[in-house]
């Protein structure tokens, strides 16, 4: 299975201004610096999250329909699925529309009624697009999660050089996980 990022989050969920009063930084001469820096802990605690944090669009692909007709939908919170598509043996694409988006469990899930007949393109026949994210703003996050931001923001920031996650910062993105098998 792949997961691609298609659309970025048009924001982020901790601000400049929220940063540089955490940093406790006055001036604008590292705006540009700490904008990186932000975007880049939204990213890294997404990973390690295995979360969506702030409402964006992915796709997963899959090599076969599930046998139990029902997929897992990675990077929670599941919003909504925008299509499945799927290649056929000869590489004709196609949408199928027969199933039912659950997007009150976590992870969210896709209940099919029932699957294609068709033979499948050996690797990568199945592409789900879907939207995730606690939102489109920030005050849809939980702010323990705005915290672990904040801490990584502040952490690069002190030590520039570094591209490390402290372990306590990581285990902070890491209890957010939602564990499926």
Do not use: C
Request: net charge negative; no cysteine.
């Amino acid at each position: 299975m792949t997961l691609r990022l298609i659309t970025a989050p048009t924001a982020e969920p901790v601000s400049v201004a929220t940063a540089k009063a955490f940093l406790r930084v006055d001036g604008t001469d590292d705006d540009a610096m700490i904008t990186s820096l932000i975007a880049a802990a939204r990213e890294k605690g997404e990973s390690l999250a295995r979360r969506a944090f702030i409402t964006q669009t992915l796709e997963q692909i899959f090599d076969d329909w599930p046998d139990d007709r029902l997929l897992t939908v990675w990077r929670p919170r599941l919003q909504s699925v925008s299509w499945v598509k799927y290649l056929d043996s000869n590489g004709v694409e196609h949408t199928w529309t027969d199933y039912t988006v659950d997007t009150r469990s976590e992870p969210g899930r896709i209940i099919f009624h029932s699957l294609p007949g068709d033979a499948l393109l050996e690797s990568g026949a199945i592409t789900v697009r879907f939207v995730a994210g606690y939102g489109d703003e920030a005050t849809d996050m939980p702010e323990r999660i705005k915290q672990a931001i904040l801490q990584l923001v502040a952490h690069w920031y002190e030590f520039r050089e570094s591209s490390d996650v402290p372990t306590p910062i990581k285990a902070l993105f890491i209890d957010e996980r939602v564990v499926w098998f």
